[in-house]
């Protein structure tokens, strides 16, 4: 089967397409035919070489997909996993279940923040191949009718729009949130979970075709934040006040700005730092105003359900900029390195 290798690290060159042996499911484990996979920022972080962290070479990208059952192995079987059934493949897997022993807690509700949770194509090998075997506990049945390329973009950044929105940001109905890079894969997935959940919301883009699709998604009004001006016009759009929510996951680059338009008791989650690591704080803004900053690395496995169901009933709208065939991974990684990109670029193998 084709498949997608990082040999190893380096500029999307470094891609190789390779032809090995398809899988087989062992016990418990599911042989997927890959429908769809999608690009993601992480990809382009495991081809460069992630800071303090070796990852093993040569390494399948592809943190998450959709697809469908091609062959079960033993002890799993119907009605969710029927032979042709659509799955979506999960980004995010753990081997253990301390969060089981809490009472009353369920462990899919705080599966994220397991020591041992891992990312596919980070942790381990992705799903940038023809065939992948996953185990049955992490495929989700799709719904009949879906958009499976479609649904193929949503569950990484979905899943941690949902984390940032709700887990950690805690949303409530009325309040003011602000998206960064509001046409971005999560910053689009962030508009649709902080509205969807009766927020206000502000974005960021860098183009006014950016801005388009950002208003299109549901955010009220949409700055630029090229513009070092931008934190002026968050604080007249509220008045004064600043926003209740900030969902950062740029970086050093919009920083300083974020913190700027954060409320009085406003919390800031941040997921990413694309555009630089290291930040400033003003210890006495944050601890005066009583405001909050947070880290969120994705979300808990119980909101997946829920977010399909709200892509399938047109809630959620995952947005693609363009499907390739999974041969041409090294120009997907190019497009979205030069931010060429409006929403997620999804890869056909086979095609």
């Given at each position: 089967?084709?498949?997608?290798?990082?040999?190893e690290h380096?500029?999307?060159?470094v891609?190789?397409v390779?032809?090995?042996?398809?899988?087989e499911?062992?016990?418990?484990?599911?042989l997927?035919?890959?429908?769809?996979?999608?690009?993601?920022h992480?990809?382009?972080?495991?081809?460069?070489?992630?800071?303090?962290?070796?990852i093993?070479l040569?390494r399948i990208?592809?943190?998450d997909?959709?697809?469908?059952?091609?062959a079960?192995?033993?002890g799993?079987?119907?009605?969710?996993?029927?032979?042709?059934?659509?799955?979506?493949?999960e980004?995010?897997?753990?081997?253990?279940v301390?969060a089981?022993?809490?009472?009353?807690?369920?462990p899919?509700?705080?599966d994220?923040?397991?020591?041992?949770y891992?990312?596919?194509?980070?942790?381990?090998?992705?799903f940038d191949a023809?065939?992948?075997?996953v185990?049955?506990?992490n495929?989700l049945?799709?719904?009949?009718?879906?958009?499976v390329?479609?649904?193929?973009?949503a569950?990484?950044?979905f899943?941690?729009?949902w984390?940032l929105?709700?887990?950690?940001?805690?949303?409530?109905?009325g309040e003011r949130?602000?998206?960064?890079?509001?046409?971005?894969?999560?910053?689009s997935?962030a508009?649709?979970?902080?509205r969807?959940a009766?927020?206000?919301?502000?974005?960021?883009?860098?183009?006014s075709?950016?801005?388009?699709?950002a208003t299109?998604?549901?955010?009220?009004?949409?700055?630029?934040?090229?513009?070092p001006?931008?934190?002026?016009q968050?604080?007249?759009?509220t008045?004064?006040?600043?926003?209740?929510?900030?969902?950062?996951?740029?970086?050093?680059?919009?920083?300083s700005?974020?913190?700027?338009?954060?409320?009085?008791?406003?919390?800031?989650?941040t997921?990413g730092?694309?555009?630089?690591?290291k930040?400033?704080?003003?210890?006495?803004h944050?601890?005066?105003?009583n405001?909050?900053?947070?880290?969120?690395?994705?979300?808990p496995?119980?909101?997946?359900?829920?977010?399909?169901q709200?892509?399938?009933?047109?809630i959620y709208?995952?947005?693609?900029?363009r499907?390739?065939?999974?041969?041409?991974v090294?120009?997907a990684?190019?497009?979205?390195e030069?931010?060429k990109?409006?929403?997620k670029?999804?890869l056909?193998?086979g095609?």
């Amino acid at each position: 089967m084709q498949a997608i290798h990082v040999a190893e690290h380096g500029d999307p060159s470094v891609l190789q397409v390779v032809d090995i042996p398809r899988p087989e499911p062992g016990p418990g484990e599911v042989l997927v035919r890959v429908l769809g996979v999608s690009i993601n920022h992480l990809d382009l972080w495991v081809r460069r070489g992630m800071p303090g962290f070796d990852i093993p070479l040569p390494r399948i990208p592809g943190c998450d997909g959709a697809g469908e059952v091609v062959a079960c192995g033993e002890g799993v079987g119907a009605p969710n996993l029927e032979i042709g059934q659509a799955v979506l493949l999960e980004p995010g897997f753990r081997m253990s279940v301390t969060a089981a022993n809490a009472p009353g807690v369920d462990p899919d509700e705080l599966d994220h923040l397991e020591d041992d949770y891992s990312i596919r194509g980070e942790h381990s090998d992705g799903f940038d191949a023809e065939y992948v075997v996953v185990p049955a506990t992490n495929l989700l049945a799709l719904p009949a009718g879906i958009d499976v390329q479609a649904v193929a973009s949503a569950p990484l950044v979905f899943l941690t729009a949902w984390g940032l929105v709700h887990f950690r940001g805690q949303v409530k109905a009325g309040e003011r949130v602000l998206v960064l890079a509001g046409s971005s894969g999560v910053g689009s997935a962030a508009i649709q979970v902080a509205r969807a959940a009766g927020a206000e919301v502000m974005a960021t883009a860098g183009s006014s075709e950016k801005s388009a699709l950002a208003t299109e998604l549901g955010a009220t009004i949409v700055v630029d934040h090229y513009d070092p001006e931008w934190p002026k016009q968050v604080q007249q759009w509220t008045g004064g006040k600043g926003v209740d929510l900030v969902v950062e996951h740029v970086g050093a680059a919009t920083w300083s700005g974020s913190m700027r338009c954060l409320a009085r008791k406003g919390r800031l989650v941040t997921c990413g730092a694309t555009a630089g690591a290291k930040v400033d704080l003003v210890l006495r803004h944050l601890f005066i105003k009583n405001q909050s900053v947070l880290g969120s690395t994705m979300g808990p496995r119980s909101a997946l359900p829920k977010i399909v169901q709200n892509i399938a009933e047109g809630i959620y709208s995952p947005v693609v900029d363009r499907v390739m065939p999974l041969s041409k991974v090294a120009e997907a990684h190019r497009l979205l390195e030069e931010k060429k990109v409006l929403g997620k670029i999804v890869l056909v193998p086979g095609s």
